[in-house]
């Protein structure tokens, strides 16, 4: 890790919950800012390869009482479903729900307004949306 | 004395019984209903009924739910049939009787009249069946049209000696049973410790506004028995998908007369549609529906159809699917031409032995 | 991913296309029909979402499926050829509308114009469009067999239509009963395959699940085979394998696991069906392995390869009944590399190409396809 990342734009140039997706050494990876926080993620879903950052992005849905009738929100976990087999990945650690499958995430932070993406050891020199 | 080698436990959890005579069912009516059905009956049997003739020859059959166009189900129709001439003879250590023609009483379209029936039917199998012998345990049926009249009577006699279950065989609003239109039942089920069981037929009558297979009515009585498993799957992915069983955790269903067969790859589509249908079935929680089904359903072996030639094919195949030993329970049909128990075992995986003939039945019924 | 299938021959039993608008449809139309079809009562009864199974992401589609020119998803061809055809090197491409229940409408008379008019825009704008890799199926007015069979006799010498669809249940039957012995006697005659595809029953007011209507789309998709496996089987004793020995069945996106145990079942009560059904002279399953295939979807992926593999072998083997089906555009369609790479090697060959060219009576072998753009069928 070299603790630096590759600049990926301008925070501003992010809007809220729209998965922005940048080329990055080739490699197509998807970021988000959700709520005060940042998630990046590889845009091809582990089971067959699906273009992931195409598919619908919501809060995680879920019950407090397996006996009762509402569902409840989670806005702390933004999901990713995946625009083919509709599978869903939490994109705090790449977890599929009900199976192995993970989707490669990326730490991101925000310096001096500018978005960094760290794609770790084989870091990227550049970076373009 | 030596003791005799033990031999080991064998339940029968699918004897179909039924009464002779129509006769038999009209004693237990309340005096309204009983003059009800004395009036719609063929007229020498009426006649006789009400004290103006001799008693006809052949036995009453008539006023209460037949099928017109099928052949009638073939039962017991006695204790001392069902004792001496089965389970004596076959070793059979507990039985289960899940009605014949009974099994569609809950369905008769005159709904009052069916409420009334289904009371007449309990009362009916309470004394000619049950507390006698006690390999013999039987199941409390109901009007599921009307839930709350349902748990009323699951209430009613559910704690009787004998009652093994809840008998869900009519299907008479044509909603799979996991419906949340069935909570009374489930509910009362439930706080009786009383397993629900469903059986393959009970999609037939009329009122039912439904057929029993994918298509529209059957064409053959064949397919009708090899597609019998098609009502079950849709009956018993409406449990998990309605999360019954997170509302009532102890509750366990019983799914007879479709075979075993159909239930490894049906588990299979469940569990793969949950990943993508999660949303439908969030009350399911983080386990995939097959461990629900595990947990809670139990499948009986009967019909168990292959050909002769078939024996090692069939054991590789539910070998395939280790959770079908959980859910596996002996079941005969008799004397409908169902497995004997050396039959299923003989293609069975074999350490599913225990299980299927007596450990899965023990631990869903508590007879220990 | 998967393993390369580009110099394997790989025919697609299953690819749904679609008009991209009402209008585009209407176009071939009688005048008098175009009226009717204008009208809210003509098209199909308006579905809502709140009175259906709801769909994540609104659609069953693959939601990268859209062309970008707009329309239905599998409406256009240069999206279809560049998401499908060309990539995963598609010789072949049974195409098999989407869906393919609108002849199944509930006016059975405004059914039939619209059936003539999906088979002749189906030739005129994509199978003598210019991609030799393309071949239709028939849309058919199912509740009237005897237009149905006109149907058949009168679009289907095209020669790239290789079969009649037979899809969703207005008349609430079995395929084999008597009621749609024309529509099989014209395929027959005609040397077609008849190809049967799940869905469309509920749309069409026919029975879609045994006993009842599941409650939620997790439980219903779980049980959709089950009017497949009933038409099957009702097709298989009808006996019209007997009165029909070339006949074909190409059953589609019905799944295959449920096979040991329904044949094993059917088999074992041969003598109790042939007094019910005299003609059948043979074994159901005799009739599934010499006149049946089906085809690869949908793979029932939380059980894995190996435990489907195990259950097809147990059942001596399917390697010459499944045939490769992407089932484009549907949410959970599937390349043939990803197919094939489940396959044992002695398998892939007939479950890639060899299968559907004998259900369809073509040969096995690459189509060779001019780049040029402007080879290309005109996109309207």
């Known amino acids: 890790m070299d603790g630096q990342g590759v600049d990926v734009g301008a925070e501003d140039e992010f809007a809220e919950a729209v998965i922005r997706v940048v080329s990055v050494d080739g490699r197509d990876v998807g970021v988000l800012r959700w709520r005060g926080g940042w998630y990046a993620m590889r845009n091809i879903c582990p089971h067959l390869g699906a273009p992931l950052c195409v598919g619908p992005l919501q809060a995680f849905l879920t019950v407090d009482d397996p006996a009762g009738d509402e569902i409840v929100v989670d806005p702390t976990r933004p999901m990713l479903m995946c625009p083919w087999h509709r599978w869903e990945f939490d994109l705090s650690t790449g977890q599929s729900v009900g199976g192995k499958e993970r989707v490669k995430t990326y730490p991101v932070r925000v310096q001096d307004g500018r978005v960094l993406v760290d794609l770790g050891a084989r870091r990227a020199a550049t970076a373009g949306a | 004395m030596p003791e005799a080698p033990a031999t080991p436990p064998l339940h029968d959890c699918f004897v179909r019984h039924g009464w002779a005579s129509d006769a038999e069912l009209l004693a237990h009516l309340p005096a309204g209903w009983r003059e009800y059905m004395v009036l719609h009956s063929p007229r020498a049997w009426h006649d006789h009924l009400v004290g103006a003739g001799p008693e006809p020859p052949t036995p009453l059959t008539g006023p209460i739910a037949t099928q017109p166009g099928y052949p009638p189900v073939p039962q017991v129709t006695s204790l001392a049939q069902l004792c001496d001439g089965y389970l004596g003879p076959a070793g059979v250590t507990r039985a289960l009787l899940v009605h014949g ?13 069916a409420v009334a029936l289904t009371r007449a039917l309990n009362d009916w199998t309470l004394e000619r069946w049950c507390g006698e012998d006690l390999r013999v345990h039987a199941l409390v049926a109901v009007c599921s049209q009307v839930p709350d009249e349902a748990a009323t009577e699951i209430r009613r006699v559910g704690g009787a000696a004998g009652m093994a279950g809840v008998l869900l065989g009519a299907d008479g609003v044509s909603k799979p049973f996991g419906h949340p239109l069935y909570d009374p039942i489930h509910r009362a089920a439930a706080e009786l410790g009383l397993p629900l069981v469903v059986v393959a037929g009970g999609d037939v009558p009329l009122d039912a506004g439904a057929y029993p297979t994918g298509a529209g009515f059957p064409q053959t009585a064949v397919e009708m028995r090899t597609l019998a498993h098609q009502s079950l799957a849709t009956h018993a992915a409406s449990f998990l998908g309605q999360g019954v069983f997170a509302r009532y955790p102890d509750l366990k269903v019983l799914l007879l007369g479709g075979g075993l067969g159909w239930v490894g790859p049906w588990l299979w589509r469940m569990d793969t549609n949950y990943r993508a249908f999660r949303h439908d079935v969030l009350w399911l929680g983080d386990d995939p529906p097959s461990e629900h089904a595990a947990r809670h359903l139990r499948v009986g072996t009967h019909p168990f159809d292959h050909p002769a030639d078939a024996g090692d094919a069939v054991t590789e195949y539910f070998a395939l699917e280790p959770a079908v030993a959980r859910m596996a329970c002996f079941a005969s049909g008799h004397p409908g031409a169902g497995p004997s128990a050396a039959a299923a075992l003989g293609v069975l995986p074999g350490d599913w032995a225990p299980r299927v003939l007596h450990g899965n039945a023990e631990e869903l019924f508590g007879w220990a | 991913m998967g393993l390369s299938t580009s110099r394997s021959v790989v025919y697609d039993v299953d690819v749904h296309n679609s008009w991209s608008s009402d209008e585009e449809l209407a176009a071939y139309l009688p005048r008098a029909a175009r009226e009717r079809f204008a ?8 579905a809502p979402a709140a009175l259906t199974y709801s769909r994540p992401g609104g659609t069953t589609d693959r939601l990268d499926a859209a062309p970008p020119e707009g329309g239905r998803a599998g409406s256009r061809y240069g999206t279809l050829a560049a998401q499908l055809l060309d990539p995963h090197g598609i010789d072949r491409a049974l195409l098999t509308f989407n869906p393919g229940s609108d002849g199944a409408r509930h006016d059975a008379e405004l059914a039939i114009d619209v059936c003539r008019a999906a088979n002749d825009w189906l030739i005129d704008r994509w199978l003598d469009g210019g991609d030799p890799r393309l071949y239709g199926v028939l849309m058919l007015p199912t509740a009237t067999p005897d237009a149905a069979a006109a149907e058949i006799r009168r679009a289907g010498g095209h020669p790239r239509i290789a079969g009649a669809l037979m899809v969703a249940n207005p008349l609430n039957r079995p395929f084999g009963h008597p009621v749609y012995r024309p529509i099989i006697e014209a395929v027959a005659e005609l040397d077609l395959t008849l190809v049967a595809h799940i869905g469309g029953d509920l749309r069409s007011h026919g029975t879609a699940f045994a006993s009842a209507l599941p409650t939620t789309r997790a439980d219903a998709f ?9 038409h099957l089987t009702s097709l298989i004793v009808s006996g ?17 696991t449920w096979l040991p145990h329904v044949f094993w079942s059917l088999d074992a009560q041969h003598a109790a069906l042939r007094a019910e059904r005299p003609r059948l002279r043979r074994a159901p399953s005799d009739y599934l392995r010499e006149h049946v295939w089906l085809s690869s979807q949908p793979f029932d992926s939380a059980a894995g390869a190996k435990k489907v593999l195990g259950l097809l072998g147990a059942f001596g083997g399917m390697e010459d009944r499944l045939c490769f089906a992407s089932d484009y555009p549907h949410h959970d369609s599937e390349s043939p590399s990803q197919v094939a790479s489940r396959l044992p090697r002695s398998w892939r ?5 060899g299968n559907a060219a004998r259900a369809l009576r073509w040969p096995v072998e690459k189509t060779i396809v001019e780049r040029p753009a402007a080879a290309r069928p005109v996109e309207v």
């Open chain 2, 101 to 113: 023609t009974g099994l569609h009483v809950g369905g008769v379209p005159t709904v009052r009249l």
């Open chain 3, 39 to 46: 009208t809210a009562w003509g098209r199909r009864l308006p």
């Open chain 3, 222 to 230: 779980a049980l959709v085979d089950q009017p497949a496996v009933h």
């Open chain 3, 240 to 256: 019209v394998f007997e009165e029909h020995p070339r006949l074909r069945l190409l059953f589609n996106e019905c799944g295959y």
């Open chain 3, 349 to 353: 060959d007939g479950v890639l190409a």
